[in-house]
């Protein structure tokens, strides 16, 4: 029979051995968690890089930071009388817009659009102006029919 006495040596023997299975453990852990973590913090720095880029591209898309008129018509751009047609418009680093003659306050925008009943056929003027003093200017007519 082994007695208490039989295995104190075993145990200190294996002690060293342990320490040092146990310190590899700890090791590869670390390096596991670093790894993960370096992969994470690398794809996540990525996407953020793909994200500005891919906005970039957006506001060059738009017209960078240059004033201009993105898009401004009527749909449909002939209405019978009582009938209501959206006038939409979309502007770039505009600070002001205003539609002559007025039809509600608006706001600069790269697509908005809001609905019109004009009684007889009328000319719109959409007007955008830019922290600079800048202006662009362009025209559509809704045609109106009895």
């Not at 994200?51 to 898309?61: A, L, Q």
């Not at 039809?103 to 056929?121: I, K, M, Q, T």
Request: glycine share 4%; aromatic share 8%; proline share 8%.
């Amino acid at each position: 029979m082994t007695g208490p006495s039989e295995r104190k040596p075993f145990l200190r023997r294996a002690l060293p051995f342990l320490a040092i299975l146990v310190f590899a453990a700890a090791l590869y852990d670390g390096f596991v968690f670093y790894s993960r973590w370096k992969s994470n913090t690398d794809a996540k720095r990525e996407r953020e890089k793909a994200e500005v880029e891919r906005d970039r591209k957006t506001v060059e898309m738009l017209g960078g930071d240059t004033l201009k008129i993105l898009a401004f018509y009527a749909s449909p751009p002939s209405i019978q009388a009582g009938r209501s047609t959206l006038i939409c418009f979309g502007v770039n680093a505009a600070k002001t817009v205003r539609i002559e003659p007025p039809v509600e306050d608006l706001h600069p925008a790269p697509s908005r659009c809001f609905p019109v009943s004009p009684s007889r056929d009328t000319e719109y003027k959409l007007i955008a102006e830019d922290a600079a003093g800048h202006s662009a200017a362009q025209t559509l007519v809704v045609h109106v029919s009895r």
